[in-house]
C-alpha cells in the first residue's frame, strides 16, 4: 500500500535557474530595438517580448566576462541606494514592477542587479514583495521584510519604503563612523610595525657591519636592537606564520564561537576612547529601529526581536531580548530599561515620555538622532586625537632605533 502510494507522488519539476540574455528586435513601429532580459530560457525571453509588443530577431545567452566574472560583492550601500531609489519611484507613482525593472537595470553592481530583477520576477508571477524579498535572507533581514509586508497590508507601501530607506542610510552611516574609528587606532599599529620591521631588516645590519670593526663592547640597547635585527632576518618567515595564523584563527573563533564574541563585544565596550562610540552607536541603532518600525505600526514585543539583531553587539542584543520578555509579560518599556545598565538616564527619560504621551517613535526617533550626532562628534575628535599620535608613536620608534645605533659612535667620542 505504501508502495502504491508513493507511486501516485510526482517528483517536483525542477525550476531552472533565471539567466540575463541579450536579445534584438523590432517594435509595433518597425524601430529596432535590443536589450537584456532576466528569465529562465530563451523561450521565455521571446515570449515575453512579445507580451511588450517586440518582435524577437535574435536572442542568447549573455556572454560571462573572463576572470570568474568580476562581480562585486553586494554592501550595504548597494541595499541602501535600492531602497532610497525604490522609495522615489513608488512615491513618483511608477508601478511596483516598472519600478523594480528600472532600478535593477540600472544598477551599476550585476549582483545587486540580479537580485533586483530575480524579486521583480518573483512579484510578475503574483508572489507578493515582502515573500519575494524574504527569499534573499542575506540580504533583506526580518526587520525589512516586516516592514514592507505591514506596508502591503496597509496600502502605503511607498511611505514604508520611505522610513526603510531612511533607516538605512542612518544605519550606513553609523557603520561608516564606526569603522572610521577603528581604523585610526589599527593604522597606528600597522604602520609603526611596518616602518619598524623595514629599519630592522635593512638598516640595522649596516650599522651592524660598521660595528663589527670597533673592536670594543657595545651598550646593552644597541645589542638587544642587533639581536632583535638577526632574529628577524633569520626566522621573518615563521614571523609572518605565526601573524597570519593567529589573525585566521581569530577570525575563525569570532566567526563560529558566540561566547568569543560576547567576550570581545564586552570588552571592546570598555576600551578608553573607543569604548564610548561604540556605547553611543548601539544605542543610536537601537532607537533608530525601533522608532521606524513602531511608527510603522509593528507591536512593540514583534518590533524589539528584529531591532535586538541590529544593535550590532551581543551585550545590547541580549539587553533587548530580555527586555522583550519583560514587555510582553505586561512591563513598560522605560522600566525594562531601567533595570538593563546599558541605556543612559536621557534615553530612559525620554522613552518614558513617549510611552506616556503616545509618541514613542517621535522620542526615539529625537535620541537617535542626538546619538548619532554624538557618534560624529566623537569620531571626529578621535581622529583629531590620532593623527598627532601617530606621528609620535613612529617617531619614538624610529628615534629609540636611531639612539641604540648612534650609542656606540657616542661612547667612542667620549672615549677620545
Not at 576572470?67 to 522609495?87: E, H, N, V
Not at 632583535?228 to 584563527?249: D, I, K, M, R
Request: proline letters at 4%.
Amino acid at each position: 500500500m505504501a508502495l502504491a502510494t508513493a507511486s501516485k507522488v510526482k517528483p517536483k519539476p525542477k525550476t531552472e535557474e533565471a539567466k540575463v540574455f541579450t536579445w534584438e528586435g523590432t517594435d509595433r513601429r518597425g524601430t529596432r530595438v535590443k536589450g537584456e532580459s532576466r528569465a529562465a530560457n530563451i523561450n521565455a525571453v521571446r515570449a515575453d517580448l512579445r507580451r511588450q509588443g517586440v518582435n524577437p530577431n535574435k536572442v542568447k545567452a549573455k556572454p560571462k566576462p573572463l576572470f570568474g566574472g568580476g562581480r562585486k560583492k553586494i554592501t550595504g550601500q548597494d541595499l541602501s541606494l535600492f531602497t532610497r531609489q525604490l522609495a522615489t519611484m513608488m512615491s513618483a507613482g511608477v508601478p511596483l514592477v516598472q519600478a523594480f525593472d528600472i532600478v535593477g537595470r540600472g544598477h551599476e553592481n550585476p549582483a545587486m542587479q540580479d537580485i533586483i530583477l530575480s524579486i521583480k520576477q518573483d512579484i510578475e508571477s503574483g508572489t507578493a514583495m515582502s515573500i519575494a524579498m524574504a527569499k534573499h535572507p542575506l540580504y533583506f533581514d526580518d526587520l525589512v521584510c516586516s516592514l514592507v509586508a505591514a506596508g502591503e497590508q496597509a496600502g502605503v507601501l511607498d511611505v514604508l519604503l520611505d522610513k526603510i530607506a531612511t533607516y538605512k542610510e542612518k544605519t550606513e552611516s553609523i557603520k561608516g563612523k564606526i569603522k572610521k574609528a577603528l581604523f585610526y587606532p589599527a593604522a597606528v599599529i600597522v604602520v609603526a610595525i611596518f616602518v619598524t620591521v623595514l629599519l630592522l631588516l635593512f638598516v640595522i645590519p649596516q650599522f651592524k657591519e660598521l660595528f663589527s670593526g670597533f673592536g670594543a663592547d657595545l651598550p646593552a640597547f644597541t645589542l638587544l636592537v642587533i639581536r632583535l635585527s638577526e632574529l628577524l632576518g633569520e626566522w621573518w618567515w615563521a614571523l609572518l606564520g605565526s601573524v597570519g595564523l593567529f589573525v585566521y584563527s581569530i577570525i575563525y573563533v569570532f566567526k563560529r564561537s558566540r561566547t568569543f564574541r560576547e567576550m570581545i563585544d564586552r570588552v571592546s565596550l570598555k576600551i578608553p576612547i573607543i569604548g564610548p562610540i561604540l556605547n553611543k552607536a548601539a544605542i543610536a541603532r537601537f532607537a533608530r529601529t525601533l522608532s521606524t518600525m513602531f511608527a510603522a505600526g509593528v507591536p512593540l514585543v514583534e518590533a524589539l526581536q528584529s531591532v535586538s539583531g541590529a544593535t550590532g553587539n551581543i551585550i545590547y542584543q541580549d539587553a533587548v531580548m530580555k527586555m522583550r520578555e519583560e514587555v510582553a509579560t505586561g512591563q513598560s518599556l522605560q522600566l525594562a530599561m531601567r533595570q538593563r545598565d546599558l541605556f543612559p538616564h536621557m534615553v530612559i527619560q525620554m522613552t518614558a515620555i513617549g510611552e506616556e504621551s503616545g509618541a514613542l517613535d517621535d522620542m526615539l526617533s529625537k535620541v537617535a538622532d542626538f546619538y548619532e550626532e554624538q557618534v560624529d562628534n566623537a569620531v571626529d575628535a578621535l581622529s583629531s586625537l590620532l593623527e598627532p599620535m601617530i606621528m609620535v608613536v613612529i617617531g619614538g620608534l624610529v628615534g629609540s632605533l636611531i639612539v641604540a645605533m648612534y650609542l656606540p659612535i657616542f661612547k667612542m667620542a667620549s672615549v677620545i
